[in-house]
């Protein structure tokens, strides 16, 4: 993975540029999974994070949970969800969500440094996802959570390299300068 390539994943279509990582232990919280299918979700979080040597928790002192995943059949089920306007600051999103035909949405919060404070990844298993493999689909959130890709991403051995040293202490929580990229490219060569 060059430089350039690395740059791509991080910049918005309107050309700035934003590379974060979460500043804060992960702390996973699952909805509308059967029971079978969590501890799969699960595993993968915690593997992936580990991996990226950022520790996972039970709980966020301040959130309680600070990665939340909502696995719904339709958009119109997350008219269910207590307080979502207040949670997500978005009063009309499955309307949006439903307007856009989309198949997920991501959306993070930030603490004062920066960081990933919150992730929040709502996904319409009713539409494309339907047919996804739970590992697969398990691995691909973890790594849509654990930094601010620009667009979707798909787990690769590089990817998992790039998040491994994305995470090294030595670098910044986060940065919004595209020359990150070639400190990002260093580490993994």
């Known amino acids: 993975m060059d430089p350039k390539t690395i740059e791509g994943l991080f ?4 050309g700035s540029f934003l590379c974060a990582r979460w500043g804060r232990p992960v702390a996973p919280v699952i909805f509308g999974l059967a029971d079978d299918s ?96 739970p590992a697969i689909l398990a691995e691909r959130l973890m790594m849509q959570s654990a930094l601010t890709f620009a667009g979707d991403v798909q787990p690769t051995p590089a990817l998992a390299g790039l998040i491994r040293a994305a995470y090294d202490p030595v670098l910044p929580v986060t940065t919004d300068q595209p020359a990150h990229a070639l400190r990002l490219a260093a580490r993994m060569a």
């Open 38 to 133: 969590l501890d799969i979700f699960r595993g993968a979080i915690r593997a992936g994070y580990a991996h990226a040597r950022h520790p996972v928790t039970d709980t966020d002192p301040e959130t309680g949970a600070n990665l939340m995943l909502f696995f719904l059949r339709d958009w119109s089920e997350l008219a269910a969800v207590p307080d979502l306007d207040r949670l997500t600051g978005l009063p009309d999103l499955p309307a949006r969500l439903s307007g856009e035909a989309a198949d997920q949405y991501r959306l993070f919060r930030f603490d004062e440094a920066g960081g990933i404070r919150a992730c929040m990844m709502f996904l319409n298993m009713g539409g494309g996802l339907s047919e996804a493999h």
């Open 11 to 14: 910049t918005r279509p309107d």
